[in-house]
């Protein structure tokens, strides 16, 4: 599968620890972004990446989040101090830089915090 | 404020009955619109994008820019079109990041 990878699928975690996720986007892509989706909900912005600079980042991104892309290939996703509330799918995605270009999905990591 | 309204959290259609999924958005500037599809247990991915003016798997979308939609249609529902849908929008001035609507889950019956 040459598409958007991301690792690990599932993680169960106690809340209060930290948890690290992982995206490997399609290599010719420059553009990474990474959302978080609920039950009954669509995916939401949370921040996105042009080669290894971090762009932007939404109000949903608490100083626990933390997102990098160092050298401007794989990512990680980093939650401090887990909460409840933190369950959810996180996605990542890939494309282009040009507009009006196709974002490429990865299939998620679902987390439960315990 | 960007914002994508799809009205319907279900749509339940017979097999080769016509299909219309409603999508509403608000944006201030010249928006693209989308819309992805989630097949089960498979990833998100692109159906169509307004600037194609294609027809996907039978499925059209024209943006209607007065009344600000872009609803999905298709003339006969086929089995294999169940999934949930969901409507997007991004802009070039907002780094090309998706809104996503709530999403419409299509189910066809036969």
Redesign the interface.
């Known amino acids: 599968d040459t ?2 990878s991301q690792n690990p699928r599932h993680k169960i975690t106690k809340r209060g620890q930290n948890v690290t996720f992982r995206c490997d986007p399609i290599s010719e892509h420059n ?1 990474l ?1 990474w ?1 978080r989706q609920t039950l ?6 949370l921040t ?1 990446f ?1 080669n290894e600079a971090q ?2 980042k939404s109000r949903l991104l608490s100083d626990r989040f933390s997102a990098e892309r160092p050298k401007g290939s794989f990512s990680t996703l980093e939650i401090q101090r887990t909460e409840q509330g933190d369950s959810a799918m996180y ?1 990542c ?1 890939s ?1 282009l830089e040009a ?10 990591t679902r987390l439960t915090v315990v | 404020a960007q914002r ?1 309204t799809q009205p319907e ?1 279900l749509l339940s259609v017979f097999k080769g009955a016509p299909v219309e999924l409603k999508c509403n958005y608000s944006y201030s500037g010249s928006p ?1 619109l989308f819309w992805y599809v989630q097949y089960s247990r498979q ?4 159906l169509l ?1 307004h ?1 194609s003016r294609e027809s996907i798997k039978g499925f059209t979308a024209d943006l209607n820019k007065g009344e600000t939609s872009f609803h999905l249609k298709k003339p006969f529902a086929q089995e294999e079109d169940s999934a949930m849908y ?1 409507c ?1 929008l ?1 802009g ?1 001035s907002y ?9 419409t889950i299509l189910r066809v019956k036969s």
């Open positions: 598409g958007v553009r972004y959302y009954g909900q669509g995916p939401e912005f996105y042009q762009l932007e996605l995605a494309s507009s009006n270009t196709e974002a490429f999905f990865g299939q998620g | 994508v959290k693209e990833r998100l991915q692109l994008r600037i969901y997007a991004s070039r780094g090309n990041k998706l809104v996503f609507g709530a999403g």
